[in-house]
């Protein structure tokens, strides 16, 4: 079975400050990893996927994530966060066809 | 628009009553899930279809829920006597078939549908 560890929930920064968002997942196979985003009143979307290769894997919007093997971890990063990076960050495991996500973290950004 | 739309977005109801809810897919798309999702939490996985096949149904879907997709196309999940406790948002996302350039399991989401059990 897979399943996905986000260890903040809720996390308060103040713009140009910088994040990192932590992500553990279990799962025995070869596995796809995904960071979502739901921004406000909008719906999930894709900000950034891991699935072979550079394990430093860039999304939009000047996120960027780093697959570490050994540490089962898919860690989240923007070196200087926006007020409008406010919004949830959900991430996904999906060795198989059905992704499995974690809890999510809130992030509030302050202006 | 050609992402994934649901309908209606916001559903209220009284217990005992059924609902049903539409999905269509981004139309190139074969695989759809339905997802629920509670305040707090991340989406978590109800059923999955391969084209009108469904595929997967996950252990904590009770008997009162049932997902069909005719034709491979829109898909519709009913909930049967709601109970206050199926108050969540129902999402549901499409994906690319597996092979085709950049699919590699992401899911593109649909707007959800709000439901309230009174």
């Known amino acids: 079975a897979q399943s996905v560890s986000q260890h903040n929930h809720h996390v308060i920064l103040s713009e140009a400050a910088s994040l990192e968002l932590g992500c553990n997942y279990s799962y025995g196979g070869t596995v796809n990893l995904f960071w979502y985003v739901q921004y406000p009143g909008q719906h999930l979307q894709l900000l950034l996927k891991y699935f072979s290769g550079d394990p430093l894997v860039k999304g939009i919007k000047g996120f960027e994530a780093e697959f570490i093997k050994s540490k089962f971890s898919f860690n989240l990063r923007k070196p200087s966060v926006q007020w409008s990076d406010t919004a949830e960050y959900f991430c996904?495991?999906?060795?198989?066809?059905?992704?499995?996500f974690g809890r999510g973290t809130s992030l509030i950004v302050h202006p | 628009d050609t992402g994934v739309s649901q309908n209606p977005r916001h559903k209220i109801t009284k217990r005992g009553q059924n609902v049903t809810f539409r999905c269509d897919p981004i139309?190139?798309?074969?695989?759809l899930y339905w997802y629920r999702q509670t305040l707090g939490q991340g989406p978590e996985f109800l059923t999955y279809?391969?084209?009108?096949?469904?595929?997967?149904k996950s252990r904590l879907l009770s008997d009162r829920f049932s997902a069909e997709r005719p034709k491979g196309s829109f898909s519709t999940l009913e909930i049967q006597r709601t109970e206050q406790g199926d108050s969540a948002m129902y999402l549901c996302?499409?994906?690319?078939?597996?092979?085709?350039?950049?699919?590699?399991?992401?899911?593109?989401f649909g707007p959800g549908t709000r439901l309230t059990v009174l």
């Open positions: 996904a495991v999906g060795g198989s066809y059905i992704p499995t």
């Open positions: 139309s190139e798309h074969n695989r």
């Open positions: 996302a499409s994906s690319p078939p597996p092979g085709l350039a950049g699919a590699h399991n992401e899911q593109f």
């Open positions: 279809f391969q084209n009108e096949a469904q595929l997967e």
